[in-house]
Nanobody, 121 residues
Framework: QVQLVESGGGLVQPGGSLRLSCAAS????????GAWYRQGPGKERELVAH???????TYADSVKGRFTISRDNGKNTVYLQMNSLKPEDTAVYYC???????????????WGQGTQVTVSS
C-alpha cells in the first residue's frame, strides 16, 4: 500500500507564505496525478490545485497567481507553495495522489491526513 504524509502547515500572518509537502511511500510503480484540496470551517472540501503526470497544472480561481503546485517524481512528492496568503485561505489542506501500485491492476487514489493552515494576524 501507499501512505501520504503531509507537512508544512501552521500559523502565518496575512501576506505571508507557506510551503506544503506531501511525501508518498510504499510499493509505488508510478506516480500519476497529484492535487491539493482544502476544507475551511463550515465549508465543503474544494479542489485548490492539480498537477498531471506530464506537469500541466490547474488552479482554483481563488488561488491563481498566488499558489503553485509542483512535483518531484523521484521523491514521489507533491508540493504547494502558497504566497500572499489571506484569512480566507484558512483551512485544513489535504493532498491527493494517484499511483500505480505493485500488485494492483490499475491506479489507486490516496489521501493525506490533512494539515492545518491558519492565516491570521
Amino acid at each position: 500500500q501507499v501512505q501520504l504524509v503531509e507537512s508544512g502547515g501552521g500559523l502565518v500572518q496575512p501576506g505571508g507564505s507557506l510551503r506544503l509537502s506531501c511525501a508518498a511511500s510504499g510499493s509505488i510503480l508510478r506516480f500519476n496525478a497529484g492535487a491539493w484540496y482544502r476544507q475551511g470551517p463550515g465549508k465543503e472540501r474544494e479542489l485548490v490545485a492539480h498537477i498531471f503526470s506530464g506537469g500541466i497544472t490547474t488552479y482554483a480561481d481563488s488561488v491563481k497567481g498566488r499558489f503553485t503546485i509542483s512535483r518531484d517524481n523521484g521523491k514521489n512528492t507533491v508540493y504547494l507553495q502558497m504566497n500572499s496568503l489571506k484569512p480566507e485561505d484558512t483551512a485544513v489542506y489535504y493532498c491527493n495522489a494517484d499511483f500505480l501500485v505493485l500488485g494492483h491492476v490499475g491506479s489507486i487514489d490516496y489521501w493525506g491526513q490533512g494539515t492545518q493552515v491558519t492565516v491570521s494576524s
